[in-house]
């Protein structure tokens, strides 16, 4: 009796679920689809929905007018390059805040969170016109440095989180044992940090990834990422919505592939402290 | 099969891109950036076309779409450059870079067949600065009304060549069939200084009005503006589509090609794209002049999209090879040979409306040429003016100040507020600008 | 517990990141306001070094920037309201026993992963177009005429956009502290005959609070600075200019460099007022 209560339940909880999940994801499941109609058919009225001809014409023409494989290329290596560097940067800090607080520690993550901030616009001639004084302009390394920078204080804040959550008896067992302040953050301290660490990464990479304001006025082609290589398909003159569809998959698609197959980490490390 | 040739590309691409970009070493690259227009795409396509005559130049090509090419593009000039060898402005611009002294002059230096005389006077003189040519215009335009010659003749009326803005309002009114989606005119709501604010201010030089007077005060509170708002809304709200306050340029092309418009007042370029293989009302396309008030103006605009040099260029005479090339009349040939002579860029050469080729293929190629010439830059309002400019003024401060009215008119054309207001806050911000600018 | 020895370890390994953000902040910013100072407008070749406050009481004294405040609330405000309230609900749905559990997950958090430009543009023409957008579609079955939600509700039609990318964040970290959620406690409740919506109110929503602020912090720091929706889909038209927007429009379109730093300080300022404000919140909840 109680049983078949319950396998209701899970039917009409299933249903809703279902029905919200579609709901969230009908923008992408359209964008996809448009990608491989032609260009009439993409506005066609009323919509078609999978019964069309499917072309991957799109594609192929996107392919041609702009170089995708080397846009693709600088988003990889913008987005983990700044991640990396900043994880470098932020996990002695957020140790050190975690296990050895001192009294300004909370005011200086504090203000560390509040750079973040800070509007782009507002700082983009004092950006642009120090870049340009060092010479870095369209250089796949201004933006690892700039991108690390911004991300920098959510990093820190993510991570000094997840320290809090180990135990200050485990590192004071190992002190006792003689471990030295290296090995303790490399045999101690970091398995513990694992999964906190990863969902961490993928986050950062996430932002990196979609981040639109500094990788477009930073880059002309060398550093150009993704977010560049869309605006080339934004409204350009006549009908357009394949195209933009095809370009947009294009952008996206590594992201979510790379967010599909990590989620698991990335629901179980993203707490931000949440969770007691 | 064509996914694997993607596919196949892809990781060919991907090798290129990391490992051997820079093997040929001798080659001089230049950076061009452009517009993802039609034709500049076009212009891309033709890449390997121009290697094969220059092998000792590599193009790169940055193509975005046109805010966020003018973002790129300001940013850089006003920093000093140096990231773009040849950059694509247009009228607006290139007087203004040009006094700056960021632009290299083109006056010499060009390829000896590239030929500035046969440049339509006109589009080169709203090039030039103190007698040198600072950009070469790529294609030039005005604007002119396109209108359906079946929808028209069922309407029962005739399209005048030179057509007045009360018969286009009553012929765009007789034209609507909101029933059958058919709006009777479409024309420029969303806000912008190259978009909606592009139209109103030609449209208001035939309504005898004007931006400033001569002691640069703004001239919004001025009866003539607000007859144009008013005939603007009042036929707009009559006969345009729904969602005119969102449509520009690209918006109303589409709208057009679908078949939903009756009328649509905009730039000549577009008379290939509505008469091309796109456009479902192809064959059933007339083309007028832009209407007038019987008062001496049009509401014709000029523009010239063009290839500049930065002077912070280090190429700049691989650069001048190449905007040889692209605004030479040898281009225009190579256009045509691939994909008709309907194709080629307008609106910039003398020679191409005298060529008996293209008016053969183009239907529109006439009324093109005499809404270009139509068109006076430097006297371009019935009363006096301090500015040159149609469908602009020629100040560094207008696209600030035009980007804020054309919100004004816009919110007006949504119903989110009245001309009366709209023409009053325009009036006001103008009036700050001008002072913060120091008039 | 810790030694002498290991504060100024300590110090020295968090040195690095102070050091690094300090300097993103300090050069860059000192910049901004030695432009916010002088009258720099590259156009025209101008660049004065020192007009006193000129810039900031032009900045502060035109109609816009009022405006521009309310309207970032707004919007923030919005925002806020749907991915919490959406959010909530979520994380209580995916928590229930069902078919499939891990592929919703995915259909749920996928927008997340979609570049702001990227929704922005898609949402704009093949949902929200009047012609050829999906809405007016649906719209038209229904018997409705077109609606042009870019012009008629375009503050509401942006916070759809960018709520849509956000929800998922919301749901994530919420679904978290949902699921460690004392179930003995909730049962016993449901034992008692406490209605739904009582164990909501006294036991889920208490246990979520904290989270609850975490994404508020997290959103709000984001969402200050949302810029690609309304360049892509408005250009700052209808009343959605934010802020951070009216700074663009003065430094990019205006190319007043001078007047768009005294903004861009002025909304240093601002943010920082409601970071301190949304940290005392945070700080408190975060020490217990």
Redesign the interface.
């Known amino acids: 009796m109680a049983r078949a209560i ?1 396998t209701q ?3 009409m ?2 249903t ?3 029905c ?3 709901l ?2 009908f ?2 499941l ?2 996809f689809l ?1 990608s491989f109609k032609t ?1 009439a058919t993409a ?1 066609a ?3 078609v929905w999978f019964l069309f001809d499917w072309t ?2 799109n ?2 023409d996107v ?8 846009a ?2 600088n988003s990889i290596i913008i987005a983990v390059g700044s991640t990396f560097l900043g994880i470098l ?2 996990v ?2 957020a ?3 975690a ?2 607080p ?1 009294k300004r520690t ?1 005011d ?1 993550l ?1 203000w ?19 870049a ?1 004084w060092l010479g870095v ?2 250089s796949r390394i201004l933006l690892v440095v700039v991108l690390m ?1 911004i991300n ?3 990093i ?1 804040w993510m991570l000094y989180t997840y320290f809090r959550e180990i135990p ?1 008896e485990i590192l ?1 067992a190992a002190r006792m044992d003689g471990a030295g ?1 290296r090995s303790e953050i490399l045999y101690v301290l970091t398995p513990m940090a694992v999964p906190g660490i990863a969902s961490t990464i993928l986050l950062n990479i ?1 932002l990196a ?2 981040e ?2 500094w990788t ?2 930073l880059t ?2 060398d550093a ?1 990422p ?3 290589f ?12 394949a195209k ?2 095809a370009a ?1 998959m294009l ?2 698609a590594p ?2 592939i790379m ?2 197959f990590s ?1 698991k980490q ?3 490390g ?7 | 099969m064509s996914i694997k040739r993607t596919l196949l590309t892809s990781v060919v691409g991907l090798a290129l891109a990391t490992g051997i970009a820079s093997a040929d070493g001798h080659a001089t690259t230049i950076t061009i950036a452009t517009v993802n227009n039609g034709d500049m795409v076009r212009m891309q396509g033709l890449t390997d076309a121009f290697n094969e005559a220059h092998p000792d130049i590599t193009l790169e090509w940055v193509v975005l779409e046109e805010n966020v090419l003018r973002q790129n593009l300001t940013t850089d000039i006003s920093t000093g450059g140096g990231a773009y060898d040849v950059m694509t402005i247009g009228t607006y611009e290139v007087p203004i870079w040009g006094k700056n002294g960021w632009l290299v002059s083109l006056s010499d230096g060009m390829a000896d067949d590239w030929n500035a005389d046969d440049l339509l006077p006109a589009i080169a003189g709203g090039l030039t600065v103190d007698g040198e040519l600072y950009a070469a215009p790529f294609y030039g335009e005005s604007s002119m009304v396109m209108y359906r010659t079946d929808l028209m003749e069922a309407a029962g009326l005739e399209m005048p060549d030179a057509p007045t803005w009360d018969f286009i309002r009553e012929a765009a009114a007789a034209m609507t069939d909101r029933d059958n989606d058919i709006n009777g005119i479409c024309a420029r709501g969303k806000a912008g200084w190259g978009e909606n604010m592009a139209f109103l201010t030609a449209m208001s030089n035939s309504f005898g009005a004007r931006w400033f007077d001569e002691d640069w005060n703004a001239q919004f509170d001025s009866p003539e503006w607000a007859a144009t708002i008013d005939f603007y809304l009042g036929m707009m709200n009559e006969s345009g589509p729904a969602g005119a306050a969102n449509n520009g340029f690209n918006e109303n092309l589409t709208l057009f090609q679908q078949g939903k418009c009756g009328m649509w007042i905009d730039a000549t370029v577009a008379a290939s794209f509505v008469t091309g293989a796109d456009s479902t009302v192809a064959d059933k396309v007339g083309f007028a002049l832009a209407p007038d008030n019987g008062l001496g103006k049009r509401g014709n605009w000029l523009w010239a999209w063009s290839l500049a040099i930065p002077t912070s260029s280090q190429k700049q005479d691989a650069a001048k090879t190449f905007i040889s090339w692209a605004t030479g009349p040898g281009y225009t040939e190579l256009v045509a040979a691939n994909e008709g002579w309907a194709n080629v860029p307008p609106g910039t050469r003398t020679s191409l409306y005298e060529n008996q080729a293209y008016l053969d293929a183009a239907p529109f190629a006439q009324m093109t040429l005499d809404s270009i010439l139509s068109a006076d830059p430097t006297n371009p309002t019935v009363q006096p003016v301090p500015y040159t400019g149609i469908q602009f003024v020629a100040i560094p401060e207008f696209a600030g100040i035009a980007t804020q009215t054309g919100q004004q008119f816009s919110d007006a054309l949504a119903g989110n507020q009245t001309a009366a207001e709209a023409l009053a806050n325009s009036q006001a911000l103008t009036t700050e600008e001008m002072e913060a600018a120091g008039y | 517990m810790a030694t002498a020895h290991s504060k100024s370890a300590a110090r020295l390994m968090i040195a690095p990141a102070v050091f690094v953000l300090l300097v993103w902040m300090l050069i860059p910013l000192c910049m901004t306001l030695y432009f916010s100072f002088a009258d720099y407008r590259p156009m025209r070749g101008v660049f004065e070094t020192w007009i006193g406050f000129e810039n900031f009481i032009r900045f502060l004294t035109s109609s816009s920037f009022l405006s521009s405040l309310v309207t970032t609330l707004q919007m923030v405000g919005g925002i806020l309201v749907i991915t919490i309230a959406g959010g909530v609900l979520m994380a209580l749905l995916l928590d229930q026993p069902m078919f499939g559990q891990g592929i919703v997950r995915i259909l749920v958090i996928a927008p997340f992963f979609v570049m702001p430009t990227v929704s922005a543009l898609v949402w704009k023409n093949m949902f929200f177009n009047v012609d050829n957008g999906l809405f007016s579609y649906l719209f038209q079955g229904l018997g409705f005429p077109p609606y042009d939600f870019l012009s008629q509700s375009p503050l509401l039609s942006i916070i759809v956009i960018v709520a849509w990318q956000w929800l998922p964040f919301a749901t994530l970290i919420l679904l978290t502290a949902v699921q460690s959620l004392d179930s003995e406690q909730l049962e016993a409740a449901e034992m008692d005959g406490a209605p739904a919506l009582a164990r909501f109110r006294f036991i889920i929503l208490p246990h979520l609070s904290r989270a609850i602020t975490v994404v508020i912090l997290i959103q709000t720091i984001f969402l200050l600075s949302i810029f690609a929706e309304i360049f892509v889909t408005t250009n700052g038209a209808f009343g959605t200019r934010t802020l951070t927007y009216l700074v663009y429009q003065r430094v990019l379109e205006s190319q007043n460099i001078g007047l768009g730093s005294a903004g861009g300080i002025v909304a240093v300022i601002l943010a920082n007022v409601i970071a301190i404000f949304l940290m005392r919140i945070v700080g408190k909840n975060l020490d217990n």
């Not at chain 1, 392919?63 to 080397?70: A, C, E, I, V």
């Not at chain 1, 993203?270 to 007691?276: D, E, Q, S």
């Open positions: 319950t339940k899970k039917v909880w299933t809703l679920a279902w919200f999940g579609l969230m994801f923008p992408i359209w964008t448009t260009e506005i009225d009323p919509p991957t014409q594609y192929a392919q041609d007018r702009s170089n995708y494989p080397k693709l290329m940067i932020a002695p800090a140790w050190a805040m296990f050895v001192g909370k200086v504090l560390m969170l509040s750079t973040k901030m800070l509007p782009a616009v507002g700082v983009l001639y004092p950006i642009v016109l120090l340009k302009m369209d920078l920098l204080p959510i820190v200050g004071e302040l996430i990834w979609n639109a304001f477009i006025l002309t082609v150009a993704l977010t560049k869309i605006a080339s398909f934004s409204a350009p003159e006549g009908l357009f919505y933009l569809s947009s952008a996206i992201i979510l967010g599909w989620q990335l629901v179980r993203l707490t931000f402290g949440a969770v007691k």
